[in-house]
């Protein structure tokens, strides 16, 4: 968090220097650990085993927050008896299909919701997968109908509760010390600190990086970490929480207002061509019919979207448009992308402040792609390697591109800075802030908001009077934008009345019927009573600490989710020391310090009528009201591509054998195989000594990502001036690396070259009885800029989380030699040879299902 | 001449004499001449240029998503300083290296300002005129569109798509931007559109 | 009129300037038990200052790549890697390697990597920052290190694990001494104490003599390569005359850069230091706050997780220019003695 959030962290030391406890738990000693009280080296990628550890230490000595759990999560709710856990299976939960390798989730469903509608088989499981649809839907779980049975006392065999600790009830002091390195007493403290400093007078606010994300078990990594805070009664409170710092200054809004294939705008999902062929199958995709909770209303924020897409033209009559949107058919994400542009399948190309040269997986696969294209727009602020490698990226040394011979047409389009243009930022915390402009930007530099707004009108010109069925959706598409007003735009995200054109005050407001018109559903708010609610600028200074008249949080202007749960199941806070939002009974309604997250006017005690759905559905103590149930899930009935519960797989690549199942990796993790995507073999295949070390990849605090923003600056590239891999003392000595020499790192991908950091900061692990060493690398440098050098990223290949479609990029295997690496195609030479001595022949894919130990 | 020498010298003289430091330090409280009788007139007239700006813009730093509130000093249609916004209860005034690189971000002589092409098999760049660069871009999306256009699979239901355009970016741009870009290819048919979220 | 104490011992340096109605002296507090090593405050400096760059140089020096302060880098942060014990800046958990298969520490490597000067980080003729390897390298574990960097990891045997490790990181900066060498010696009036009590090179006067260059006590005052003249942290002068934080300060994210009213300053740093001994922080001392030390006490003073070698700050620092008036006094007497011996001399050649 020192490391890539200097700012943020203010709040860790201001906590420090008021009492707090701080643990970092890291696989090298970073500025953070510097700062923190204790320091806990571990091996990357095992940490669903350290996390499951702590669940274990929960459940076994009756941690949790007790009254929290019954009231809140799915704890009580009782689970299909068809289910059978990894612990049964050794690594594989019930309904696998190795056909496919996807699950059916019938058996995970809760009692009585076997053969429910909404149940996934291993097809809709698989293309879920897919299309990153198990978990698309951000902001609320998966449909599932309101009444499941329950124990309240946890006692029944085969109540979430009991099935969680039986799940976790291997993941011991040793076996986490086994599988991850860390030293039992050092575990033990974590478990200690973190379980004392929970309950009704405190809270533990658990906090990661994104990194979190990019592995083949990403997403069940965060899913470990919000069990223990959902455990510890840490959620929807103050000072608690599991809170994401992402990094780019608007990566939050570009998932909210997506550019992203599977998704629209406000988590609706994009149509697939087969499971939404029609506008009711698509609506009823996303709300179950007897569901809880807010997505009850889906129809109206999709009817919304279509009239802010298609105005006048969108009718009852023709679905509102929703047959002229775009289908899915399976998987297109950047990665499918990139590799169908090798195989010559896409022509045009448009890289929007993105550098995928350097900062995507699999850089020469990245680099191939763009020179196979017929043109590709870059825009950007600087000359960055996306838009130069025909003519200076590694594949013209080894001769694998030829500028003479590479076809590919490059627009350069310069861009406008931040500075330079008006519009709102979505921040980690769901914040969105005004940005007011300072100036116009100089010479042919444009806004996005100008290039779209422009390129729409051209198309839309070259396109008049055009018959075609296929032009009906840009030639009736809404599109009289200026080009330079950011306000206009946020108008239409935040939705109107069709009739008067007044912005909706809410969502609650949008209607199925086509009178109104919504950008963005979650987004509808932020121009509420027709003023620019982000913009709002009230002086920390002059405001109570949670600070609601500084800009404007999705969803209505809730600062913290799920609030509801700061308050006991009577509406009370948990402790006077925690309040933060609770129900004034004089007044009948919720009120505190921050928005409530639940119906002002809903009393505790309320419980609804026998068979409601919906909204109407939720009772006065369902604190988690986005959630089909109402409950916090510590246990997943569905939605999830890989399992109910998170279970320890090895990385991909991973020297090391699962200690706890035959199952090595992630059974249904997303893979191409292909020749120019070869993986390092693993345990127990055989020859994974050729790759023996582990390595993992992050970011300076002095570079940004792939460096098109920090590389290009004197003043930030002389902070860091050059690619450097950090090795410990202990494997310096083993393959004789000096510091601040040269090293090469090879994969079965590539070998980048990197000046070598000797350092006490990497420490080797004993993992399963064997000494295991870690190396790190920053993964900011490329060939353009004022400093230069190998990309980190080039060595990873493509496997990604099934869930969501992530690479696995924070954990690999790779071996490391004392010297520069080759030039040209000796380069190639090395990486083949280290390909053939590990048995990878182009057909050799390591397979989905580890079946035998000798395999 | 003379009559200006005399009136200058006239006027100036006194003026001219208590400003020279010798002077000052053989006459002021400043005996070793270290302090208030060496401070030079551009010293003494010196002032934050952040006080003498034209404008001042509240904005957000680009960086990371800490959303770090930042002002922006702007003096003759130039930024002249970025730093922190004290207002912000999200940073209290304070930026990190990067955040504080933001002046040299947005003023760098390094940044491009002219439209580049590279023309097929070129081994370098050409400038070309912006008009020109994006008629040229909307041909290029409308042919790729039409070549690889597809209405419906093979069970004839609506496909409505082209898998010819691909688009990756989004994180640092705006929201309105984001959705600018999503609802023209979108209704374009173009549905290979990503962003830094996947990775 | 010249009080000894113009040159030594207790000061207020801006009345004893010739501001008679100065404001407080102003001053920056800079607690490293909180520094990040970020370097926002060195990128916030030159932002501000229109500082050039230092060069693109991969120093090796754990995470610090620009040396030292120069004439370039009015700020610099300083990174330590130290196999002590630690864990939150030497608070209360030691051991952030217990248990893990590691050798014993690269001690002396580390300390001397990380404290010393790979390359003369000043621009020439300027003096890299004042370091003494031997003594850095005395301050970690046995065996001694004899200060030669090499391919091997000295003091490293199989059998004696490490287990403790600390990293520590220091914004250094100009101290604004309160009897400043660098001013004393300048013979240009370039260098200036302003009505704040900090002292300031005028870009506008410097004709580049490089006098106070040796006059510095710790090494900060530095020529700049192209044009000569002598820079150095003007304590942003231009900004605190507005009434604003100097540019570092403002952008320190955790506050371990504080500028303030300097006897405030001082108070606030003595109270940290209990607070950190009532945590158990037992190492923790200032630098540079004691009016009586060899400079009067420093206007940039500092608190400390170790000794000021370890950080590359000299253990005792003193003002060249102590003992001028003594000399001056010498001189003037010698030159009564020769005008008395030329007198003498006269007569005699009379009589």
């Not at chain 1, 913290?560 to 609770?582: C, F, H, I, M, Q």
Request: some cysteine; glycine content about 10%.
């Amino acid at each position: 968090m020192a490391e890539a959030h200097p700012v943020g962290f203010q709040y860790v030391v201001e906590a420090k220097n008021r009492g707090a406890k701080v643990i970092h738990v890291d696989p090298r000693f970073t500025r953070t650990s510097a700062l923190a009280h204790s320091y806990v080296p571990m091996r990357a990628g095992a940490d669903i085993a350290f996390l499951g550890g702590v669940i274990n230490y929960i459940l076994g000595n009756e941690k949790d927050f007790r009254e929290y759990v019954v009231a809140y999560t799915n704890a009580s709710t009782i689970v299909s008896e068809d289910f059978q856990d990894t612990e049964d299976l050794d690594g594989l939960f019930s309904g696998y299909d190795p056909e496919t390798g996807a699950y059916h989730q019938g058996s995970w469903a809760y009692e009585g919701q076997q053969e429910d509608d909404s149940v996934r088989d291993h097809v809709e499981s698989h293309i879920d997968r897919e299309t990153a649809s198990g978990l698309e839907q951000e902001s609320h779980g998966p449909p599932v109908p309101a009444d499941v049975p329950r124990d309240p006392t946890l006692q029944h065999p085969r109540c979430v509760y009991q099935v969680l600790k039986r799940h976790y009830a291997r993941y011991t002091p040793e076996v986490v010390e086994r599988v991850c390195g860390v030293p039992q007493d050092k575990f033990l403290e974590v478990c200690e600190a973190w379980t004392s400093n929970s309950g009704r007078e405190r809270t533990t606010a658990l906090v990661y990086s994104v990194g979190w994300t990019q592995h083949s078990v990403g997403v069940q990594y965060i899913r470990t970490g919000a069990i223990i805070q959902l455990l510890l009664g840490n959620m929807g409170r103050p000072g608690g929480g599991v809170m994401a710092l992402r990094g780019h200054a608007s990566i939050q809004g570009s998932t909210d207002i997506p550019t992203l294939f599977n998704l629209l705008p406000g988590y609706l999902p994009m149509p697939h061509h087969e499971k939404h062929a029609t506008f009711q199958q698509w609506v009823d995709s996303i709300r179950h019919p007897a569901q809880k909770g807010f997505w009850a209303d889906a129809e109206a924020y999709a009817v919304s979207l279509l009239k802010a897409y298609w105005g006048d033209a969108a009718t009852r009559e023709n679905n509102w448009g929703y047959d002229l949107l775009p289908r899915l058919t399976g998987d297109h994400g950047t990665y499918q992308q990139v590799l169908s542009m090798i195989d010559g399948k896409i022509k045009g190309y448009f890289l929007l402040g993105q550098n995928p040269a350097v900062g995507s997986a699999h850089g020469r696969a990245q680099r191939l792609g763009m020179a196979n294209l017929d043109w590709l727009v870059v825009r950007d602020l600087f000359m960055i390697e996306s838009a130069t490698f025909w003519k200076d990226g590694p594949e013209i040394a080894t001769g694998e591109i030829v500028p003479e011979q590479c076809r590919t047409e490059v627009f350069f389009m310069p861009a406008a800075s931040h500075a330079e243009k008006e519009g709102t930022f979505t921040q980690t915390q769901r914040l969105l802030q005004w940005r007011e402009k300072a100036l116009d930007p100089p010479g042919d530099c444009r806004s996005e908001l100008w290039f779209f707004t422009r390129l729409g009108q051209l198309m839309r010109e070259k396109l008049a009077g055009s018959t075609l069925p296929r032009d009906r959706a840009l030639l009736d598409l809404t599109w009289d934008y200026s080009g330079d007003d950011g306000e206009e735009v946020l108008r239409e995200i935040n939705g109107y009345d069709v009739a008067t054109g007044a912005p909706v005050p809410n969502f609650t407001a949008l209607k199925a019927d086509g009178s109104t018109a919504c950008g963005c559903w979650i987004y509808s708010g932020v121009f509420k009573d027709g003023v620019n609610q982000a913009a709002r600028r009230k002086p920390g200074s002059e405001q109570n600490w949670v600070a609601g008249e500084w800009g404007w949080a999705w969803p209505s202007d809730r600062r913290t989710l799920y609030n509801r749960a700061s308050a006991d199941p009577e509406g009370r806070p948990w402790s006077e020391r925690k309040k933060y939002v609770w129900w004034d009974a004089g007044a009948g309604e919720w009120t505190g310090y921050d928005v409530p997250d639940f119906e002002r006017n809903k009393a505790p005690g309320y419980r609804p009528p026998e068979g409601a759905s919906g909204v109407e559905a939720i009772a006065g103590d369902d604190a988690f009201i986005m959630q089909g149930d109402g409950k916090g899930w510590l246990y997943a009935p569905s939605g999830l591509i890989d399992g109910p519960m998170p279970t320890h797989y090895e990385p991909v690549e991973s020297p090391v054998r699962n200690p706890l199942y035959t199952q090595q990796s992630n059974p249904t993790r997303k893979v191409y195989e292909r020749p120019d995507n070869p993986t390092n073999p693993s345990p127990p295949e055989r020859h994974g000594e050729v790759f023996p070390y582990v390595f993992s990849t992050s970011r300076l605090t002095e570079h940004h990502t792939a460096g098109g923003m920090s590389r290009q600056l004197a003043y930030l590239s002389e902070l860091q001036p050059e690619m450097f891999v950090e090795v410990s003392p202990e494997l310096a000595a083993e393959r004789g690396l000096e510091h601040l020499g040269w090293a090469h790192v090879v994969t079965a991908r590539a070998a980048i070259e990197a000046r070598v950091l000797v350092t006490d900061r990497l420490t080797p692990l004993r993992v399963d009885g064997r000494v295991i060493h870690q190396i790190w690398m920053p993964y900011h440098w490329g060939s353009s800029g004022l400093v230069t050098g190998d990309s980190a990223n080039d060595l990873l290949g493509i496997t990604l989380d099934p869930n969501v479609l992530i690479q696995e990029s924070k954990v690999g295997t790779c071996d490391i030699q004392p010297g520069r690496r080759p030039v040209g195609p000796a380069l190639l030479d090395l990486v083949r040879a280290y390909r053939d001595r590990a048995g990878l022949s182009p057909d050799r894919h390591t397979p989905l299902l580890t079946e035998d130990e000798q395999a | 001449m003379i009559v200006t020498g005399v009136r200058v010298f006239g006027m100036g003289v006194r003026t001219w004499i208590e400003g020279w430091p010798v002077y000052r330090q053989l006459t002021g409280t400043d005996p070793l001449g270290r302090g208030a009788a060496a401070q030079s007139a551009r010293s003494k007239s010196l002032t934050a240029r952040t006080e003498t700006a034209d404008s001042v813009a509240r904005s957000v730093c680009p960086y990371c998503a800490v959303g770090c509130g930042q002002r922006i000093f702007v003096k003759d249609g130039e930024v002249v300083q970025i730093e922190g916004d004290p207002d912000s209860p999200i940073s209290k005034g304070r930026l990190c290296p990067k955040g504080s690189a933001s002046k040299s971000l947005v003023t760098s002589d390094r940044r491009q300002k002219k439209v580049l092409y590279r023309r097929p098999y070129a081994t370098d760049w050409e400038e070309l005129d912006l008009d020109t660069a994006m008629d040229m871009i909307a041909e290029r999306v409308l042919t790729a569109r039409a070549e690889t256009w597809e209405d419906v699979d093979d069970e004839g239901r609506p496909l409505n798509r082209t898998l010819g355009i691909s688009s990756l970016g989004g994180a640092t741009l705006d929201n309105e931007e984001n959705y600018l870009i999503k609802k023209l290819f979108t209704a374009a048919g173009a549905i290979q559109i990503e962003n830094q979220a996947r990775i | 009129m010249v009080s000894k104490n113009s040159f030594y011992g207790p000061l207020d340096p801006a009345p004893d300037a010739g501001y008679p109605d100065a404001p407080p002296r102003m001053g920056f507090f800079t607690d490293t038990s909180v520094c990040i090593g970020c370097k926002a405050c060195e990128v916030a400096c030159k932002e501000w200052n229109a500082v050039p760059d230092d060069g693109f140089n991969l120093l090796g020096q754990s995470y610090d790549n620009t040396g030292g302060l120069t004439a370039n880098s009015w700020r610099h942060v300083a990174f330590i890697e130290q196999p002590v014990a630690g864990g939150g800046h030497g608070t209360d958990v030691p051991g952030a390697f217990a248990g893990v298969p590691a050798g014993p520490p690269v001690s002396p490597h580390t300390a001397v990597v990380a404290a010393g000067t790979a390359r003369d980080g000043g621009t020439a003729p300027g003096v890299p920052p004042a370091v003494d390897v031997f003594a850095a390298a005395a301050t970690t574990a046995e065996p001694q290190f004899l200060g030669m960097p090499g391919r091997d990891l000295p003091g490293r045997t199989p059998d004696a694990p490490r287990s403790d490790f600390r990293w520590l990181m220091m914004s250094n900066v100009c101290k604004h001494c309160t009897h400043a060498g660098c001013l004393d010696v300048c013979p240009t009036g370039a260098l200036f104490r302003t009505e704040y009590g900090t002292v300031v090179v005028q870009e506008d006067i410097c004709n580049g003599c490089g006098y106070c260059i040796p006059a510095c006590p710790y090494g900060v005052i530095d020529q700049r390569k192209d044009d000569g003249r002598a820079w150095k942290c003007t304590m942003c002068y231009d900004r605190i005359g507005d009434g604003l934080t100097p540019a570092c300060a403002k952008a320190c994210p955790t506050q371990s850069i504080q500028y303030g009213e300097l006897e405030e300053l001082r108070g606030r740093a003595r109270h940290r230091v209990e607070k950190l001994h009532e945590q158990g922080v037992t190492e923790a001392r200032l630098y540079g706050h004691d009016p009586e030390d060899g400079v009067g006490g420093d206007g940039a003073f500092f608190l400390l997780l170790d000794e000021p070698e370890v950080y590359g700050l000299p253990p005792d620092p003193i003002v060249p220019t102590r003992d001028l008036p003594k000399m001056w006094k010498r001189a003037g007497l010698a030159g009564l003695a020769m005008a008395a011996a030329v007198v003498v001399s006269f007569l005699g050649g009379r009589s």
